[in-house]
């Protein structure tokens, strides 16, 4: 099985040598690329390099990190953010460019794998505390548009189930998850599932059942 390969984008060199370390000191791990700005990741695409995930701070010398997640999303990877930033609206921005996954700098070394191992299963990687944060405000209900089996699916990717669990679980194939997965997307007008686990998350708590 080949090594999971990891792209490292900041611009603290202490931080990127640790992490390379750490990353590199895993079986099954290596690092594909170290960048330190955004017109950096930009050479490093264009020179078809690749890479399974990519590690993002946001905080840039030339500009903000989000801006990249397209180029890294069409370029095939998975994109954690890795960051010190934990305001509501931070979150929210993030999530709102597609990102899988969200880490603050104060995570171990533990948590950043298993948050690369979550999103390899097509599955968002954002701590409790992150969702609690984005989940708060919005009392509205779309989610009455969904059928019951929609919802029952929107429930288990609330629980941060990756498709091919929620499959195994309501004995549905990875495609017919990822069909339903996508028709809840787009009664709702949302473009990732992390949106989807956020919504769900607000109709729970107005409902008292978490």
């Known amino acids: 099985m080949n090594p999971v390969s990891v792209l490292i984008i900041d611009d603290h060199p202490l931080l990127r040598l640790g992490v390379k370390q750490a990353l590199e000191s895993q079986e099954g791990f290596k690092v594909a690329g170290e960048c330190a700005d955004i017109r950096c990741v930009q050479t490093w695409l264009e020179s ?3 890479a399974d995930v990519a590690l993002l701070d946001r905080s840039l010398p030339d500009g903000d990190g989000l801006s990249l997640v397209p ?6 990877m998975k994109v954690i953010v890795l960051t010190v930033e934990d305001a509501d609206e931070e979150i929210r921005a993030a999530i709102d460019t597609g990102v899988d996954g969200y880490l603050l700098k104060s995570s171990d070394m533990e948590q950043i794998l298993h948050a690369i191992g979550i999103v390899l299963q097509d ?4 701590p409790a505390h992150v969702l609690q944060k984005i ?3 919005d009392s509205s209900d779309p989610l009455a548009k969904l059928s019951q089996r929609e919802m029952e699916i929107a429930e288990y990717v609330a629980q941060g189930h990756s498709n091919k669990v ?3 679980k309501l004995n549905l194939s990875d495609n017919t998850v990822r069909n ?8 709702l007008g949302f473009h990732n599932r992390v949106q989807v686990a956020t919504l769900v998350l607000q109709h729970l708590r107005r409902h008292k059942r978490i």
């Open 135 to 137: 989940s708060r405000g």
């Open 48 to 50: 078809s390099q690749h």
């Open 71 to 76: 180029a890294l999303k069409q370029a095939g």
């Open 180 to 187: 339903h997965l996508a028709n809840i997307m787009q009664k």
């Open 166 to 168: 929620i499959g195994a």
């Open 123 to 126: 599955a968002g990687a954002f």
